[in-house]
């Protein structure tokens, strides 16, 4: 079942053009990467699935993104609930300096929801999807700046999951972790993937085949090849994919 359909997409910030013609079906409740040498528009593409760039003055998209049969580009989009519904988790993570518990309910506050009750239990059912309730149960009032980085990490995930989205972007979020953090992100997501759906960037190839189901590999603004994962780097059909996922490019 397809849960993202991309029609021709093209981005351009001002007269630079980052995206052409990018055309992509995302399956639903798979993991999907994006691979690419910097510069080659993964992230541009990924933003576009929820109009993050729209807040950028002079980006300029054409083309259509489709999801559950609509064009998210249609004037009258909601962006807010779109926003909710196709949650991003960024490279670095962002936490805002409140406390735990605060953090987890803001995402709820802005889209209305004050309901006590329910608040109480998106809190923990968001803080033990990421398995971080056993630890943080107790220091819901710690605030979240303290925490380790991959601890941050899961709760800005956690933050997301608290308003219910459908789709999970994630932009490189173990760039800045290491090993054994990485490790139990990747755990996590595959733990995730039973219920949503997840479109990574990523620039560890290492990753890209351990946890996606399906790669798309970006050069230039162009999606040059996309499909199954084990397909990709075992016998990819274009020879620049080839030549990138063996290093001998990027």
Same mark, same amino acid.
């Given at each position: 079942?397809?849960?993202?359909?991309?029609?021709?997409?093209?981005?351009?910030?001002?007269?630079?053009?980052?995206?052409?013609?990018?055309?992509?079906k995302i399956n639903k409740q798979k993991i999907t990467a994006l691979i690419g040498p910097s510069g080659c528009g993964k992230t541009t593409f990924?933003?576009?699935?929820?109009?993050?760039?729209? *807040?950028?003055? &002079? +980006?300029? =998209?054409?083309?259509?993104?489709?999801?559950? $049969?609509?064009?998210?580009?249609?004037?009258?989009?909601?962006?807010?609930?779109?926003?909710?519904?196709?949650?991003?988790?960024?490279?670095?993570?962002?936490?805002?300096? *409140?406390?735990? &518990? +605060?953090? =987890?309910?803001?995402?709820?506050?802005?889209? $209305?929801?004050?309901?006590?009750?329910?608040?109480?239990?998106?809190?923990?059912?968001?803080?033990?999807?990421?398995?971080?309730?056993?630890?943080?149960?107790?220091?819901?009032?710690?605030?979240?700046?303290?925490?380790s980085l991959e601890q941050q990490q899961r709760l800005c995930l956690a933050r997301v999951l608290a308003v219910e989205p459908e789709i999970l972007l994630m932009d490189e979020p173990c760039s800045a972790l290491d090993p054994i953090a990485t490790a139990r992100i990747e755990e996590l997501m595959f733990d995730l993937k039973k219920q949503y759906t997840i479109v990574i960037v990523t620039h560890n190839m290492q990753q890209a085949a351990r946890v996606s189901d399906f790669t798309g590999y970006f050069l230039l603004g162009e999606l040059i090849e996309f499909g199954e994962t084990e397909q990709i780097f075992t016998a990819p059909a274009d020879r620049r994919t080839e030549e990138y996922i063996t290093g001998r490019y990027g």
């Amino acid at each position: 079942m397809i849960a993202i359909e991309v029609n021709k997409l093209s981005v351009f910030y001002g007269q630079f053009q980052a995206l052409k013609d990018v055309s992509m079906k995302i399956n639903k409740q798979k993991i999907t990467a994006l691979i690419g040498p910097s510069g080659c528009g993964k992230t541009t593409f990924l933003r576009c699935l929820n109009r993050m760039n729209d *807040l950028i003055d &002079e +980006a300029r =998209i054409v083309g259509e993104v489709i999801i559950d $049969g609509v064009d998210i580009y249609r004037e009258d989009i909601d962006l807010l609930e779109l926003r909710r519904r196709v949650g991003m988790v960024f490279q670095r993570p962002n936490p805002f300096p *409140l406390s735990i &518990e +605060a953090n =987890i309910l803001y995402g709820l506050k802005v889209h $209305g929801i004050n309901d006590r009750k329910l608040m109480e239990e998106r809190l923990v059912r968001s803080l033990e999807a990421v398995q971080l309730w056993d630890e943080l149960k107790d220091h819901l009032r710690k605030n979240a700046l303290s925490l380790s980085l991959e601890q941050q990490q899961r709760l800005c995930l956690a933050r997301v999951l608290a308003v219910e989205p459908e789709i999970l972007l994630m932009d490189e979020p173990c760039s800045a972790l290491d090993p054994i953090a990485t490790a139990r992100i990747e755990e996590l997501m595959f733990d995730l993937k039973k219920q949503y759906t997840i479109v990574i960037v990523t620039h560890n190839m290492q990753q890209a085949a351990r946890v996606s189901d399906f790669t798309g590999y970006f050069l230039l603004g162009e999606l040059i090849e996309f499909g199954e994962t084990e397909q990709i780097f075992t016998a990819p059909a274009d020879r620049r994919t080839e030549e990138y996922i063996t290093g001998r490019y990027g």
